[in-house]
């Protein structure tokens, strides 16, 4: 069996949240960061954070911090490069990848994207509204092979930045995830969202369900 690590996606600049590190950001009694921790370890053999700028900042987590290796902040899959590079030296077959501003992923999320790997060993988590049946596609969240970095980085240094561009070129899969009760890819972007999530927090605490 294949080792997969976990790689956290953290490199973004957080404008819309005003700047700073949004995964440090509270909610409940836990920051958004220790959420994505909590859900993503336990489904890969080992886990590294990708962010720019000072490390220092996340020294208290003890992860690898991996800093994009292009320049300029080219967007998540420079994250995703970054990642590979760590693992391959790692000794892993592939990576998975959560947005640190995601705390509700699937708690199966490496498990479904195993199975709906594509012919590349490419895949991608999508989210399913079950009132219209629209599917929605959550592209920082993958299965990523680390034989295919070298494809990944010449295209970055060609000027790629959107995921499902060079996802679509290697027939990456689709693992579907119901959006009932609530999009289990919901992701803070702004202040108000924090305050949203927040509130489902305490939701999950009223009625029981399972939380981080």
Known sequence: ????????????????????????????????????IARLRPQVDALALNANGDQARFSALGLPVLADSLPDYPGPLAGVLAGLDWAAAQGFDAIVTAAADTPFFPNDLTAQLRVAAG??????????????GQVYRQPTFGLWPVVLRGDLRAALMGGLRKIV??????????????????????????????????????????VGMAKP
């Not at 996606?9 to 700047?19: D, E, H, P, S």
């Not at 689709?174 to 927040?198: G, K, W």
């Open 1 to 36: 069996m294949s080792k997969i690590a976990g790689v956290i996606l953290a490199g973004g600049l957080a404008r819309r949240m005003g700047g700073g590190d949004k995964g440090l950001r509270a909610i409940g009694d836990l920051r958004l960061i220790d959420h994505v």
């Open 165 to 206: 561009l060079w996802t679509d070129q290697h027939q990456a899969g689709q693992a579907v995830f119901s959006a009932a009760p609530f999009d289990p890819f919901f992701n803070v972007n702004t202040p108000e969202d924090l305050a949203l999530a927040e509130q489902m927090v305490q939701g999950m605490d009223k």
């Open 119 to 132: 012919p590349s060993g490419l895949a991608l988590a999508a989210s399913q509204d079950p009132a219209t």
